[in-house]
């Protein structure tokens, strides 16, 4: 039922930032379709096309990148990686060098390490800042160059004066141009991976920059917050706008109760800021952590991802009712989804002729601010005026969310910070703990235990597979396990960019309690196919919004689920630095083994939302306390920002 | 404006027409194989052999190729793209034309430098006649099935967009930055489509070549360099201007016939090429000793050796489109080094440390640009050790 409606392919990268694809010489049949690369005297035979890197990595021989990034397509600009390649006269780039005929490569000759000494030299001499003094100490491949080169003085200089002011104006990416190696990850990373195009050279010779349309702050152009270009910057140029003074300000003044909420995804890959390997969740470490830090209660996101299901699965529920029963045609459908910041900020942008379709509900994060400033803050007796509540999140555009000027539905800023993994791993090491040496212990009360569904909001699908969880069970009056083994719904997990599902709805039950008031019964469903979509990346978004707009089969779906970030939030711009494909597969791996971890797997079981639903938000999902404090309206922003 | 010369050049007496019409009534393959056979080399600068380039490109397999006029003449010192162009346009634009029918193209571009503006007008006139007279568009000169037509395209100044890909990237739309190659232009061009880029005088060429017989053309030149050659001669000489020779013409005898006896040393190949000092000009113009797309700059007894490195790198900082390492960073500090010279504060060490850094730019680099800006300055340094060294801050020799 998998499918992958990609239609062709076509990066944005100038050509002159990618290696093409190369027609197979005629000779091929006799090559045996594989032709042989020797390196350095070892020999691997490689299907035709392939670089010399990558030849290179099959017999386990270094070649030391820079520009090059598996998630990128070639640059070949930074040159660090030059080889010497027999019959050619210069040097070639080994990213970018395809291998078509038999080829002899050598790795390390004197020209070879000449030429990459001064290349790292020459890179230095051009890069302001000392080491120690850089949120990239420690994990800046500028930086490991350096050492792995022997570099141990200045030879070509090294810049004493900045050459440009810092920009600060985004709530999210923080830009210094100073310590930009002209790699150009990021440019590709936003106009090829994430087909937004913020950022572009502009200049030339020393002068060349990478730079915003008209050299704009941030702030000022069609940025979506997403930070992919911070996940792969290799120095310290690119940086989130980091809090974390503020949050230990606040945690230092007795008179401030601080709250943190953590969410899966971090919990996921902080253990990565500590040395270890991806794809080990520090959930119940990370909570003594954070009590051990100063914060005064900590919780859990999935619960109020829980809420988010039952919030937007109610929506959706409506929206069908009314489009499919009562026959409205102002309906807005498909139904696309509201969690990802980056995604909003997407369609606020490209396509804010499509924003009726996108859910009122606010995304987990937004809505526990709402509740604990409200809700918590009754039950605690506390002032709300004193509360200072953090978020633990994987995101950049979390930071640019939580300060949206309409998100203060609670009479205050409803979420006061956004930390990403890397700032509260730095946290966690200044107060001196080793995280992973942690003993466990439970998140605080009030709250509770959320459920599996929640957790799996951060990998691609996850908030589809937890809505289905939740609508195939509220509409068949059945346990999902009966349709799906282990309540696990395969087709919408996976990596591929864009996937469509169809699930035919055979039969029917009773109307559950929770959507009495909405819904006479389900006659109305029985017999049909709830069409979904699912996609991760804005490249895939821009895909599958395309097809919407040309008619195709997208519109016809009744939900999508759009995240801004390549894998979903484990692949966030907050998250620890690398990023490859194989790391976020690793991270991928933890959130779904946690999931089965879990005893309730499903949103609506979820006992402390039964409760809620009871006690505080008293007219039911989707009704007037849950609108004025859970659901949000969006900006049409269009491309062009005078 | 009139070309300087002795006398008119080959391309005054030769007719465009009977170059295509000849063409035209050879087979495709019969047309490269008297391109390979005259020996013609690309007169752009690198030199490539026109046969083999078109014959890969008549190879490669796709449905649209495409023939690119590289008209982007911003070499220092070269100036006689501009006087074909101005003259004998009708000689390139059948070219191309030959071009395309010889590689199986229907489309021609050419890109004509953004300086060059005033040139567009007289261009335009010439393509609007040529298809009046058939000679581009459906069915030329009655060939079935053969058709052709030129766009002309405008640069806006960047001298690296003379460079092959840049200028297809230029093309494309995009910042014009050298692409990775292999694949090459004949691969994978204009839009991903095989494309040969061929320099204006190249294509002059190809159009007399077919009008008076490879054997014609290989009677002139060396043997791995045939033919005759137009260059652009400036600097300290009597007499400045465009001029053809066969290649292999020494230094020597190009000074006597332009009036550049008693220089110091020939500047060969624009910023790019090589300084050739008073002891070498023994040497001959061709590709196998010192090569040249056709710039050749005078530098009399009086000139400063050094100020002229410095004004070619201020060059190449300017012009370096900034992409890659060496090439971006390396004209910098190989200035820096000049202006230490200058000040006489460049130690031994670290002038030998730059010419190491000159190699690596050489070989680094990723296209001809950042490979060849290090060439005037290496060959400063070696061939004027005692004049450019030991000078005080004020400027002048201690000796
Ligand atoms: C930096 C740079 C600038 C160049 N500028 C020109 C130019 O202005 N005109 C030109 O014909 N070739 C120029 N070339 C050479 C072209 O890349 C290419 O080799 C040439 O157009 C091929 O034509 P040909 O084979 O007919 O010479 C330049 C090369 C480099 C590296
Ligand atoms: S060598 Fe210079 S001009 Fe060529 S790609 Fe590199 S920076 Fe650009």
Redesign the interface.
Known sequence: MVSDNVPQDVGRAPRSQQRQTVAPPQNLESLGARVLCTIDGKEVRVPVGTTILAAARELGIRIPTLCNHDDLCVAGVCRVCVVEVEGQRTLQAACAYPVTQPTKVWTHTRKVRQARRHIIDLLLADHYGECYACSRNNNCELQSLAKEYGVDFFRFGHPEKPRYEIDRSSHSVVRDMNKCVLCRRCIRTCIDLQEVGVLEAIHRGHDTKVATFLDKPLAQVVCINCGQCINRCPTGALRANDPTDDVWAAIDDPTKHVVMQTAPSPRAAIGECFGQPAGKAFTFELNTALRHCGFDKVFDTNFTADLTIIEEGTELIIRLYKALVQKDKSVALPQFTSCSPGWVKYIEHFYPQYLPNVSSAKSPQQMFGALIKTYYAKLQGIDPKNIVSVALMPCSAKKFECNRPEMCDSGYKDVDYGLTTRELGKMISEAGIDLPAMPKSDFDDVFGTATGSGVIFGATGGVMESALRCVIELVTGKKVENFYEHAEILPVRGFEGVRYVEIPITAVGPVPDLVKHLVPDWNWLKGATLKVGVCHGTANAKKVMEDIKAGGKFSECHFIEFMACPGGCLGGGGQPIPTTPAIRAARAKAIYSEDRAYTVRKSHENPVIQHIYKEFLTDGPCGHVSHKLLHTHYTARGKYIP | MKAAHQGPLTFAKVQADTGLKTALNKTRAEVIAEISASGLKGRGGAGFPTGVKWNLAA???ADQKYVVCNADEGEPGTFKDRVILLEHADLVLAGMTIGGYAIGATKGILYLRGEYAYLRPHLEDALARRRQQGLLGPGITGTKGFQFDIEMRMGSG?Y?CGEE??L??SL?G??G????R??FPV??GFF?QPTIVNNVETLAWVTCILAKGAEWFKGFGTDKSAGLKLFSVSGDCARPGVYEFPLGITVTALLKEVGGEGAKAVQIGGASGHCVPASQFGRKIAFEDVSTGGSIIIFGPQRDMLAIAHNFLDF???????????C??????LR?GVELLEQGKCSMAYLR?LC??G??M?????CGLG?SSPNAFLSIVSNFKDEIMGRTAAGSSVR
Not at chain 2, 316 to 326: A, D, H, I, K, L
Not at chain 2, 328 to 333: A, D, E, L, Q, S
Not at chain 2, 362 to 366: M, V, W
């Open positions: 190879a490669a397999r960047a690296v890909t840049a297809i990237e494309e995009h910042r930055e050298p692409r990775n292999p694949p691969d994978t991903r190449f900082v300017e012009e370096s489109c900034g992409q890659c390492t060496p971006r960073m390396g004209n910098v500090k820096e440390e190491a850094l190699e690596t050489q070989l680094a680099s990723k490979q």
